[in-house]
């Protein structure tokens, strides 16, 4: 009896690592190339900003987990990476920019929990570049709850059992276990990616409460990033500067408006 | 089954003194690009891959590499869907070359990372291996009682394959 106390003591704690919130990764939060917003075509924004100080909400520190200083030199880091992917990061000496992440406003339901995320842009200076600075960016995300899938739960059920089973005959199973629960985890996450999703929308990774805002807040940060660097790529600012006309000639409209061709936000896979 | 026992061992044995190969990539270079898409080639090597006797085997054989193709490309895609992040799109090609899918199974690939712009490669991740060795630890008795367990042994190959590549891939050196 007691060999089955401790093994079922030690596959419960074996088992708590698998759904322990871990904070948010800088990638996790960065712009990358996989969103389809236009890359700096030239001055002045081509390299042309730097940020010098990026404030963050708590309650947002908070959602995305960790250390709320570290959480916040990611936040920071994975700003100037966005920027940096496209081409808008400069030297020291670029206009610089002051970043506020406000609090946040969450719509909470049984199923699903939706962040707002606002993030106001401050640009120093009476340089062409600040001038182009958008002052505000905004996303929605709306984080759905994960299904477990039957077959899942069977595996992650066999895993607990077999860890006892060996415990009881004086074997560590934990390899095993932890393998079915991975992948238990991988089953239940291919099904939930085959799930139709609005946009802004997408399933969480685990089903707790604290795992799907952080997985909402974390999105809706990156989405806001991206509405930021998209407005700078779509903003007059980033066409090139005309040729002045000849002043000897007449002046002939020679080029026809572009059409706004509005590059929607990839879809978070 | 016998058979299965000895390369389990062996594959433990040889895992406790195995030296990890030099990153293909460097810093620089990974922190750059992002996995747009992952392929998988089929170039199986004459030894060390199973040969199927009947038609009834050979259906099966299929059927598994047919899943473990679809569970790789899943588990690799899932372990870079967020990180590198950055501006350059590259593809993953898995290039299988040993292929043993099922209980006690294994996969070996060469992971080529392909720069989609100009489809230069960027260097190749060789010998990635992921195995299922459910109960291994346990002995012998161990395997017997995973076997009766009837593990997903396709899926934890795939997975422990996804996890060796993104060691390989975020090793320092």
């Known amino acids: 009896m007691t060999r089955f106390l401790i093994a079922t003591g030690l596959s419960l704690v074996l088992a708590a690592p698998a759904f322990a919130g871990v904070p948010v990764q800088q990638d996790q939060l960065t712009v990358s190339g996989r969103f389809e917003v236009p890359k700096a075509s030239g001055a002045p924004l081509k390299s042309g900003l730097t940020l010098t100080d990026v404030q963050v909400d708590p309650a947002v520190l908070a959602a995305l987990g960790g250390k709320p200083a570290l959480m916040k030199a990611s936040v920071q880091h994975s700003m100037e990476a966005s920027l940096r992917n496209f081409d808008y990061l400069g030297e020291a000496t670029a206009t610089p920019v002051t970043v506020v992440v406000q609090p946040l406003d969450l719509t909470k339901d049984k199923d699903s929990t939706t962040a707002v995320v606002r993030i106001a842009f401050k640009a120093a200076g009476d340089t062409d570049a600040a001038r182009c600075v958008p002052a505000n960016a905004e996303a929605s995300f709306k984080a759905l709850r994960p299904v477990h899938t039957s077959a899942a739960n069977g595996e992650r059920a066999a895993g607990v059992i077999a860890m006892i089973a060996f415990a009881a005959v004086g074997y560590n199973a934990g390899q095993l276990m932890s393998g079915q629960f991975a992948s238990a985890t991988a089953q239940d996450r291919a099904f939930n990616a085959t799930r139709v999703v609005g946009k802004g929308e997408g399933v969480a990774l685990s089903g707790k409460d604290a795992d799907i805002l952080q997985f909402a807040v974390m999105h809706a940060t990156q989405l806001a990033m991206a509405d930021f660097i998209r407005q700078l790529g779509t903003s007059p600012c980033a066409q090139p500067v005309p040729a002045p006309a000849p002043v000897a000639q007449p002046v002939v409209a020679t080029s026809q408006a572009t059409p706004v061709t509005t590059n929607p936000v990839a879809p978070v896979s | ?173």
């Open chain 2, 1 to 173: 089954m016998l058979r299965k026992l000895a390369a389990v061992a062996a594959l433990l044995v040889l895992a406790a003194c195995a030296t990890v190969p030099p990153n293909p990539l460097t810093a620089t270079s990974r922190q750059a690009m992002y996995v747009k898409d992952v392929q998988t080639a089929w170039n199986l090597e004459a030894k060390g891959n199973p040969k199927p006797k009947t038609d009834e085997e050979k259906a099966k054989l299929e059927e598994n590499n047919g899943k473990l193709d679809a569970r790789l490309k899943a588990a690799v895609t899932d372990a870079f869907a967020t990180s590198p992040a950055g501006s350059e799109p590259v593809t993953f090609k898995i290039n299988i070359k040993q292929a043993n899918p099922g209980f006690l199974g294994s996969v070996t690939a060469d992971v080529s990372v392909i720069r989609i712009s100009d489809g230069a490669e960027l260097g190749v991740y060789k010998g990635v291996m992921g195995a299922d060795t459910s109960g291994a630890n346990g002995g012998l008795l161990g395997i017997a009682i995973a076997a009766a367990m009837k593990p997903d042994s396709i899926g934890i190959m795939s997975n422990n394959f996804a996890t060796a590549l993104r060691a390989r891939f975020d090793a320092v050196k």
